[in-house]
């Protein structure tokens, strides 16, 4: 896999095209059980990371640390070693959910009490969009660290937002005996479930898609204003 890697405020990111990603995926989940930790970075994590040292670390501990956000794109440009592509998390979800189908896996989503969609709703948008059964629950030791929901699941996605999330994943993916692929994925799952809708593509590729989540939720004013202009600035400043 021709991968090379970037660092940008101290975070490793990985620059690889979308089939090499793929490849990744579908080669990791055809091995025995081999944990593999994914991040999938935007400037927001990047921004905390920054800092905090021991959330930066666990990052740069990854397997495979995705670019999720057109601002990274950008400040990669900048510094003259441009990202190959960008992958969101929704990408991600969308074609290890199909594989998760073939190869008939077992997957889990480990869900937020704070997320817009149920552990219900979830388990039937993946089920209506892909037509496979997987399990959700809301984190709670008692129904997963006890009952054993955590002991068959192949694929484990994890919603909690950053850092909450991958900090998860690092202290407890031993509790996940059989797990392959391990990723925080964020809200991506409210866009499974309908929630929230994606931006057009136009849109995506004009690296508008916050000015779309923006008039959805304008409660992410705060965190929009930093991923969008605060983290190129001190990105840009911090490369001199």
Request: charged content about 30%; aromatic content about 12%; some cysteine.
């Amino acid at each position: 896999m021709g991968t090379s890697e970037l660092k940008i405020l101290g975070v490793r990111i990985d620059s690889l095209s979308r089939a090499e990603i793929n490849d990744w995926i579908e080669s990791t989940l055809d091995d025995p059980p081999e944990q593999k930790f994914v991040t999938t970075l935007n400037p927001e994590i990047i921004l905390k990371a920054h800092r905090d040292e021991k959330y930066r670390e666990i990052l740069n501990s990854s397997d495979l640390a995705l670019c999720d956000g057109f601002g990274i794109n950008f400040v990669s440009w900048f510094k003259g070693r441009k990202t190959k592509a960008r992958h969101t998390g929704v990408d991600l979800v969308d074609y290890s959910l199909k594989l998760a189908k073939e190869k008939n896996l077992d997957v889990l989503v480990v869900v937020s009490k704070h997320s817009l969609s149920s552990p219900e709703e979830i388990r039937r948008g993946i089920e209506a969009k892909y037509n496979f059964k997987a399990q959700a629950l809301y984190l709670n030791s008692e129904i997963i660290f006890e009952n054993g929901e955590e002991k068959s699941a192949q694929i484990v996605f994890v919603n909690f937002g950053a850092s909450h999330q991958e900090k998860f994943i690092f202290e407890n993916r031993m509790k996940f005996p059989n797990a392959k692929i391990l990723v925080g994925v964020g809200g991506t799952f409210d866009f499974i479930t309908g929630k929230i809708k994606r931006a057009p593509r136009w849109m995506q590729k004009a690296g508008l898609e916050w000015f779309w989540r923006f008039v959805q939720e304008p409660r992410r004013a705060k965190r929009i204003w930093n991923a969008v202009f605060v983290f190129p600035i001190l990105a840009i400043l911090k490369s001199k």
